[in-house]
């Protein structure tokens, strides 16, 4: 499966951004669905995940309660609705797709990435 995330910019904090990721190849709704992020000189971070169907979610203690992810999967998209934006949330987000989903969403090595959308956040 092909990742191509959009929507990344830059915005003042307390702003809101939303993130679509577009996925083309095998069937969309095979696979749960995430959003991770790198900061400049940190390591990779989990942010977000959906179940196949959209019923499940699961955040990051980080983002909980200000970021909403959802999936059309008749658009074979995934979206991150970011609200009440922080500087520390700077970095570079990817979208992924995984073939299992769990407790704690996908797992830390998803199956396929798409490259990374910029989102900076200015104080």
């Known amino acids: 499966v092909q990742l191509q995330a959009s929507g990344g910019g830059l915005v003042q904090a307390g702003g809101s951004l939303r993130l679509s990721c577009a996925a083309s190849g095998r069937t969309f709704s095979s696979y749960a669905m995430g959003w991770f992020r790198q900061a400049p000189g940190k390591e990779l971070e989990f942010v977000a995940a959906?179940?196949?169907?959209?019923?499940?979610?699961y955040y990051a203690d980080s983002v909980k309660g200000r970021f909403t992810i959802s999936r059309d999967n008749a658009k074979n998209t995934v979206y991150l609705q970011m609200n009440s934006l922080k500087p520390e949330d700077t970095a570079v987000y990817y979208c992924v797709a995984d073939t299992a989903y769990g407790e704690h969403g996908v797992r830390p090595t998803p199956d396929y990435w798409g490259q990374g959308t910029q989102v900076t956040v200015s104080s």
């Open positions: 959906v179940s196949w169907s959209g019923g499940s979610t």
